[in-house]
Nanobody
Framework: QVQLVESGGGSVQAGGSLRLSCVAS????????MGWYRQAPGKQRELVAR???????NYADSVKGRFTISRDNVKNTLYLQMNSLKPEDTAVYFC???????????????WGQGTQVTVSS
């Protein structure tokens, strides 16, 4: 009923920048919180940044001051601007969106397919 399509991943050198996008489409009544998570090889998935429906944000300590999360509520799109990238930022990045679906107004969490970010030293 709801699809998330991520884009913007790639390979960069340390110190570089990337911007991730996640577009939600389908039977959407409203979108509540949205967030980015990442999972490096051999590690658990971890929260990178999260943004509420009202625009409040929180970040993992490891990315504070370097990453910025934002959303466009008209376009149902989530962004993650990543600056000053480090090799330890290398991971698959997933978007996570809490959606109230139009048919029942029930809220569900949806995950994107993931996009690879690789930072070389």
């Amino acid at each position: 009923q709801v699809q998330l399509v991520e884009s913007g991943g790639g390979s960069v050198q340390a110190g570089g920048s990337l911007r991730l996008s996640c577009v939600a489409s389908g039977s959407i009544f409203s979108i509540n919180h949205m967030g980015w998570y990442r999972q490096a090889p051999g590690k658990q998935r971890e929260l990178v940044a999260r943004i509420s429906s009202g625009g409040s944000t929180n970040y993992a300590d490891s990315v504070k001051g370097r990453f910025t999360i934002s959303r466009d509520n008209v376009k149902n799109t989530l962004y993650l601007q990543m600056n000053s990238l480090k090799p330890e930022d290398t991971a698959v990045y997933f978007c996570n969106v809490a959606v109230a679906i139009a048919t029942t107004l029930a809220s569900y969490d949806y995950w994107g397919q993931g996009t690879q970010v690789t930072v070389s030293s």
